[in-house]
């Protein structure tokens, strides 16, 4: 009796093994996959300015809902994912679905588009000159879309306390919120997302007295009241098209440009690890940002994951 237990203890726990994430899941199964990814982001980047923060923004979308199993690929009409309010804007769709259909001609059945997603946002940083890491896979596909499921997304105009229990819902920390904010070093915004900020800022209406007052007309004339709410620009002003920690010394200068950056320095905690970044001995102390944002990368990349036989492994992301 007591060995049929001991066996039934150890078979558990081998399928506990076979059900985590690791680095080269599929070196055996699909050694290519990893490559084709990576080829399919560097053809699409030399064509596409902006694709490195859409591909790292659509990882970061997919994994805050649900966790990271591709639910938001899902095209479910009306009611789908795609199209909740806090996901306005991601885009990539149609990169992750071709580098799955170049995988399918290889590996039938066996890469998930989840897996896709995080492979992608990794190649994705790189080619902005970000730092590389090792990605760990073996996700499986989620079968649900609802939009519903997104209204707790976060949102640039949401205060730091929110911020941060956002995050440590998902077992994020707050060195994990300063860095992956910090992933708005490359990309554009939305007038639409500075309107109340610039004009309607709440309390007291006006303007966020965070912004340092020489840049407040630089925003104001590329977002003028009435204006284009669609009109973008750089959420790193003076380093958009590289990845850097930039965006953190325009955050302490009170030059950054969305509320939520702004927010991470008026937090005590979060304002120390921004810092942390600039002293003196900083190079010489702890990890580095390029570090420390490829280790928070890997950490979202657990969130919730479907492992082992959960989910599935869709053959078009798109469809159920």
């Given at each position: 009796?007591?060995?049929?237990?001991?066996?039934?203890?150890?078979?558990?726990?081998?399928?506990?093994?076979?059900?985590?994430?690791?680095?080269?899941?599929?070196?055996?199964?699909?050694?290519?996959?990893?490559?084709?990814?990576?080829?399919?982001?560097?053809?699409?980047?030399?064509?596409?300015?902006?694709?490195?923060?859409?591909?790292?923004?659509?990882?970061?979308?997919?994994?805050?809902?649900?966790?990271?199993?591709?639910?938001?690929?899902?095209?479910?009409?009306?009611?789908?994912?795609?199209?909740?309010?806090?996901?306005?804007?991601?885009?990539?769709?149609?990169?992750?679905?071709?580098?799955?259909?170049?995988?399918?001609?290889?590996?039938?059945?066996?890469?998930?588009?989840?897996?896709?997603?995080?492979?992608?946002?990794?190649?994705?940083?790189?080619?902005a000159n970000g730092p590389s890491y090792e990605v760990e896979t073996g996700r499986r596909d989620g079968m649900i879309s609802n939009l519903t499921l997104a209204a707790n997304?976060?949102?640039?105009?949401?205060?730091?306390?929110?911020?941060?229990?956002?995050?440590?819902?998902?077992?994020?920390?707050?060195?994990?919120?300063?860095?992956?904010?910090?992933?708005?070093?490359?990309?554009?915004?939305?007038?639409?997302?500075?309107?109340?900020?610039?004009?309607?800022?709440?309390?007291?209406?006006?303007?966020?007295?965070?912004?340092?007052?020489?840049?407040?007309?630089?925003?104001?004339?590329?977002?003028?009241?009435?204006?284009?709410?669609?009109?973008?620009?750089?959420?790193?002003?003076?380093?958009?098209?590289?990845?850097?920690?930039?965006?953190?010394?325009?955050?302490?200068?009170?030059?950054?440009?969305?509320?939520?950056?702004?927010?991470?320095?008026?937090?005590?905690?979060?304002?120390?690890?921004?810092?942390?970044?600039?002293?003196?001995?900083?190079?010489?102390?702890?990890?580095?940002?390029?570090?420390?944002?490829?280790?928070?990368?890997?950490?979202?990349?657990?969130?919730?994951?479907?492992?082992?036989?959960?989910?599935?492994?869709r053959s078009v992301c798109s469809t159920f």
């Amino acid at each position: 009796m007591a060995l049929i237990f001991f066996i039934l203890i150890l078979s558990h726990l081998v399928g506990m093994s076979h059900a985590q994430l690791k680095v080269g899941f599929y070196g055996k199964t699909c050694p290519e996959a990893e490559n084709i990814v990576t080829n399919v982001v560097r053809q699409v980047a030399a064509s596409t300015q902006n694709i490195a923060p859409v591909l790292l923004r659509l990882h970061f979308h997919d994994c805050f809902v649900q966790g990271c199993d591709g639910s938001i690929l899902l095209e479910n009409g009306e009611i789908g994912e795609r199209h909740a309010f806090g996901h306005q804007g991601v885009q990539g769709f149609d990169v992750i679905e071709r580098a799955k259909e170049e995988i399918e001609k290889v590996c039938p059945g066996i890469v998930s588009c989840a897996d896709i997603v995080a492979l992608a946002a990794r190649d994705a940083i790189v080619v902005a000159n970000g730092p590389s890491y090792e990605v760990e896979t073996g996700r499986r596909d989620g079968m649900i879309s609802n939009l519903t499921l997104a209204a707790n997304m976060p949102d640039v105009s949401e205060s730091i306390q929110i911020l941060k229990a956002k995050f440590s819902q998902k077992g994020l920390s707050e060195k994990d919120l300063v860095v992956l904010s910090a992933a708005h070093t490359i990309g554009t915004t939305a007038c639409f997302f500075m309107t109340q900020r610039l004009y309607d800022f709440v309390p007291g209406g006006g303007s966020d007295p965070s912004i340092d007052p020489s840049f407040l007309p630089e925003l104001m004339a590329a977002c003028p009241r009435n204006g284009d709410v669609n009109a973008r620009l750089s959420m790193d002003r003076g380093s958009g098209e590289e990845f850097d920690n930039n965006i953190l010394q325009n955050v302490r200068s009170g030059f950054a440009v969305l509320r939520s950056d702004a927010s991470l320095y008026e937090d005590v905690d979060t304002r120390n690890i921004v810092d942390s970044y600039f002293g003196i001995f900083s190079p010489f102390l702890g990890t580095s940002f390029e570090d420390d944002f490829a280790n928070a990368m890997v950490k979202m990349g657990r969130i919730d994951v479907l492992t082992g036989k959960q989910g599935k492994i869709r053959s078009v992301c798109s469809t159920f």
